[in-house]
């Protein structure tokens, strides 16, 4: 009778359903599976042959049903993760973070706040640094820009050049007066934490003097 109940049970929360209808309840329906395994295992002894024979078969279709509902409820728990995890992004708003903070990114005595900082508190899919720079007297400056991820990653984004710049430094009177030099960042940007935006100068006959930084996610 033990056995017959716990059969009907198992009809009626697998059977009665798909795999992936079953995996909604793996919790309530694995331990009824495996006490039905059980039940099997106790009864082997005293089978006849033609028993014995339906037993393991029995036995060998539950064990890949309970894989399989396991697997399936793995999967869609795992799904429901991502799907919120995305929705989450999808509703976060992209947030500037400005920096006006005058830096040089020259010859090493001539360089000075050329490393901004920026906190992001939540990230977004899309994330980018705009920055508006320039050689001070000429546009003839080279050098690179460098992010650095709060797991103390280091990619470089750009390399600038005088291609970057209309106008030096010594002829704009606000940031409004030079080009944006925009780089995406967004493979960069997958975690909130502190992002480190530094300029590092190479070559040219001008160090680049930097106005602005913005980092964007």
């Not at 780089?183 to 935006?197: E, Q």
């Amino acid at each position: 009778m033990k056995l017959r109940i716990l059969l009907f049970c198992f009809a009626l929360l697998f059977w009665g359903g798909s795999v992936y209808a079953a995996a909604n309840q793996a919790d309530m329906l694995t331990p009824v599976m495996n006490k039905y395994l059980q039940e099997l295992s106790s009864i082997e002894a005293t089978a006849s042959p033609d028993q014995l024979r339906y037993i393991k078969a029995e036995k060998t279709r539950i064990q890949t049903a309970i894989t399989e509902v396991t697997a399936q409820h793995k999967l869609q728990k795992a799904t429901e993760v991502a799907q919120q995890q995305m929705m989450l992004k999808k509703a976060h708003v992209p947030k500037t973070h400005i920096s006006e903070t005058f830096g040089i990114a020259g010859a090493p005595v001539f360089t000075k706040n050329n490393i901004y900082s920026f906190n992001l508190q939540e990230v977004g899919d899309k994330s980018k640094v705009v920055f508006y720079a320039s050689g001070r007297k000429s546009t003839k400056t080279y050098g690179k820009v460098w992010l650095i991820t709060p797991a103390n990653e280091r990619f470089r984004i750009h390399k600038w050049s005088p291609h970057d710049f209309k106008r030096p430094l010594s002829e704009a009177s606000s940031y409004k007066r030079l080009s944006p030099v925009t780089t995406d960042i967004s493979k960069y940007v997958t975690m909130p934490g502190t992002y480190k935006i530094e300029f590092g100068y190479t070559d040219g006959i001008d160090a680049l003097g930097i106005m602005r930084v913005e980092l964007t996610s």
